[in-house]
């Protein structure tokens, strides 16, 4: 009777795989016979496609650094091995010159290339899959306008079995909910705009929702924070770490200009995202500004005023006080704990950051946003706040913006470790940060791999 369950039960897994297998095969869409010339595109298409591609930050994905636009070869890391972009210029035989509208349109929405080749969720296919057809025909006009560039695209370096393409058929049959995006008909019109660009070509939730340990996205928690590219990326919902509650102005702002006087300055994987939206039309810009306002919740507005006001007031009464001038002159941990005040981290504080973090108005630069209301400080784990002391913060390439230096040659690992204690301590009321060290280890460790892999 056992063998006989046995037998049955590989029989079923037997013709279970060879159903897959039969599922995962796509057919191959005939390559065209000449590349579309730029000409048959019309202009307002491309530009079009233009602000979308820069949206979607096609650019910052497939193209490496110093290497020509949308060439791909970037390496992609993810915890089961490292990927690499795709070539997605319109040369013919390295990128995508042969491929038909139909063929671009079926990668984008069912992560499926030209000749049937499954494409590993790294590609957010199921985020683009919510495009619409006439936004992913406007992208498909900017990239067939584009220099060719002939480039061979880099195998991926995948761990065994998962460097099976069977394998990414596998997670399109379990994660892959496709779209066309669907309108709430209760909400208005720019928020929807909003809700549409943020959740389909913008792709936010790649950044900023949490994923499961095969990689999909936590439907039951959007936007509740997530990771990508070492950083995290902080929770856009009612578990934002924003002492100070995000309004559609300051998201604005951030968005339009990477600064909110009341949040911050952006910083790593969000200073590309940032630039790339000066593409975008003003009315964009303030559709996901309104639709991401609108994630924190209905708080009462009286509510949200008491909240900001008291992190304000918090803010300043730790910022670092300077008597008569020079930030030299600061004095470091007043109003905090008193072991952090004498720390090792409070003496590299006062060394390294005063000179600009203080509450002084001389600056040999621009005067950053109070410590104390940076989501930042305040989030539940070091991460982004190690890889912003170890690189600091700089404008985008013909940008202009803050400017923070990187102290990765100048601190060592136990000193960047010191001070981020002390900074938590100090300038925020969350609890201190668990596991530091590690913290900072992972993040040279990351920096060096990524570094050597370029």
Same mark, same amino acid.
């Given at each position: 009777?056992?063998?006989?369950?046995?037998?049955?039960?590989?029989?079923?897994?037997?013709?279970?795989?060879?159903?897959?297998?039969?599922?995962?095969?796509?057919?191959?869409?005939?390559?065209?016979?000449?590349?579309?010339?730029?000409?048959?595109?019309?202009?307002?298409?491309?530009?079009?496609?233009?602000?979308?591609?820069?949206?979607?930050?096609?650019?910052?994905?497939?193209?490496?650094?110093?290497?020509?636009?949308?060439?791909?070869?970037?390496?992609?890391?993810?915890?089961?091995?490292?990927?690499?972009?795709?070539?997605?210029?319109?040369?013919?035989?390295?990128?995508?010159?042969?491929?038909?509208?139909?063929?671009?349109?079926?990668?984008?929405?069912?992560?499926?290339?030209?000749?049937?080749?499954?494409?590993?969720?790294?590609?957010?296919?199921?985020?683009?899959?919510?495009?619409?057809?006439?936004?992913?025909?406007?992208?498909?006009?900017?990239?067939?306008?584009?220099?060719?560039?002939?480039?061979?695209?880099?195998?991926?370096?995948?761990?065994?079995?998962?460097?099976?393409?069977?394998?990414?058929?596998?997670?399109?049959?379990?994660?892959?909910?496709?779209?066309?995006?669907?309108?709430?008909?209760?909400?208005?019109?720019?928020?929807?705009?909003? =809700? %549409?660009? +943020?959740?389909?070509? @913008?792709?936010?939730? &790649?950044?900023?929702?949490? #994923?499961?340990?095969?990689? !999909?996205? $936590?439907?039951?928690?959007?936007?509740?924070?997530?990771?990508?590219?070492?950083?995290?990326?902080?929770?856009?919902?009612?578990?934002?770490?924003?002492?100070?509650?995000?309004?559609?102005?300051?998201?604005?702002?951030?968005?339009?200009?990477?600064?909110?006087?009341?949040?911050?300055?952006?910083?790593?994987?969000?200073?590309?995202?940032?630039?790339?939206?000066?593409?975008?039309?003003?009315?964009?810009?303030?559709?996901?500004? =309104? %639709?991401? +306002?609108?994630?924190? @919740?209905?708080?009462? &507005?009286?509510?949200?005023? #008491?909240?900001?006001?008291? !992190?304000? $007031?918090?803010?300043?009464?730790?910022?670092?006080?300077?008597?008569?001038?020079?930030?030299?002159?600061?004095?470091?941990?007043?109003?905090?704990?008193?072991?952090?005040?004498?720390?090792?981290?409070?003496?590299?504080?006062?060394?390294?950051?005063?000179?600009?973090?203080?509450?002084?108005?001389?600056?040999?630069?621009?005067?950053?946003?109070?410590?104390?209301?940076?989501?930042?400080?305040?989030?539940?784990?070091?991460?982004?706040?190690?890889?912003?002391?170890?690189? @600091?913060?700089?404008?985008?390439?013909?940008?202009?913006?803050?400017?923070?230096?990187?102290?990765?040659?100048?601190?060592?690992?136990?000193?960047?470790?010191?001070?981020?204690?002390?900074?938590?301590?100090?300038?925020?009321?969350?609890?201190?940060?668990?596991?530091?060290?590690?913290?900072?280890?992972?993040?040279?460790?990351?920096?060096?791999?990524?570094?050597?892999?370029?």
């Amino acid at each position: 009777m056992i063998w006989r369950v046995l037998a049955g039960f590989m029989l079923v897994l037997i013709l279970a795989f060879v159903g897959f297998y039969a599922w995962s095969i796509r057919p191959e869409i005939p390559a065209l016979a000449e590349t579309p010339a730029p000409s048959s595109f019309s202009p307002d298409q491309v530009k079009r496609g233009a602000q979308l591609a820069s949206l979607g930050d096609c650019t910052t994905c497939h193209t490496t650094r110093n290497g020509r636009p949308y060439a791909g070869g970037l390496p992609v890391p993810t915890p089961f091995g490292t990927l690499y972009a795709s070539n997605i210029t319109p040369d013919r035989e390295t990128g995508i010159g042969a491929w038909p509208e139909d063929a671009f349109r079926r990668a984008l929405r069912e992560g499926v290339g030209r000749k049937g080749t499954h494409y590993y969720p790294a590609f957010p296919y199921d985020h683009f899959t919510f495009g619409s057809d006439d936004d992913i025909a406007a992208i498909y006009a900017f990239l067939m306008t584009r220099e060719p560039v002939r480039q061979l695209n880099r195998t991926p370096d995948l761990i065994f079995p998962l460097d099976s393409r069977l394998f990414a058929a596998g997670w399109q049959l379990l994660f892959l909910h496709k779209g066309p995006y669907e309108a709430d008909a209760s909400k208005d019109p720019d928020w929807n705009r909003g =809700a %549409y660009l +943020a959740d389909s070509v @913008g792709h936010c939730g &790649a950044c900023h929702t949490p #994923r499961n340990f095969l990689g !999909a996205e $936590e439907r039951g928690d959007r936007f509740g924070g997530g990771t990508g590219e070492n950083w995290t990326g902080p929770a856009l919902n009612q578990s934002s770490p924003a002492p100070v509650p995000w309004t559609a102005d300051q998201l604005y702002a951030y968005l339009r200009h990477g600064f909110a006087d009341q949040h911050g300055t952006a910083a790593g994987p969000m200073q590309p995202v940032v630039s790339n939206m000066q593409k975008l039309p003003d009315e964009d810009v303030r559709a996901l500004a =309104a %639709y991401f +306002a609108s994630l924190e @919740g209905p708080q009462e &507005a009286a509510a949200r005023e #008491r909240q900001a006001k008291d !992190a304000v $007031e918090f803010a300043q009464q730790r910022e670092v006080k300077v008597a008569g001038g020079p930030a030299t002159n600061a004095t470091i941990g007043s109003g905090g704990n008193s072991d952090d005040a004498n720390s090792d981290g409070a003496a590299i504080f006062a060394g390294a950051c005063a000179t600009c973090h203080h509450d002084g108005r001389a600056l040999p630069a621009s005067r950053p946003t109070p410590i104390g209301l940076s989501s930042v400080v305040n989030e539940p784990t070091p991460t982004n706040f190690v890889q912003i002391v170890l690189n @600091g913060i700089h404008p985008q390439p013909g940008m202009r913006g803050p400017l923070m230096p990187g102290f990765a040659g100048a601190l060592t690992n136990q000193q960047i470790a010191a001070v981020a204690s002390y900074v938590r301590g100090q300038f925020s009321k969350q609890p201190a940060w668990q596991n530091v060290d590690k913290a900072v280890s992972s993040a040279t460790r990351q920096q060096a791999s990524a570094e050597s892999a370029q």
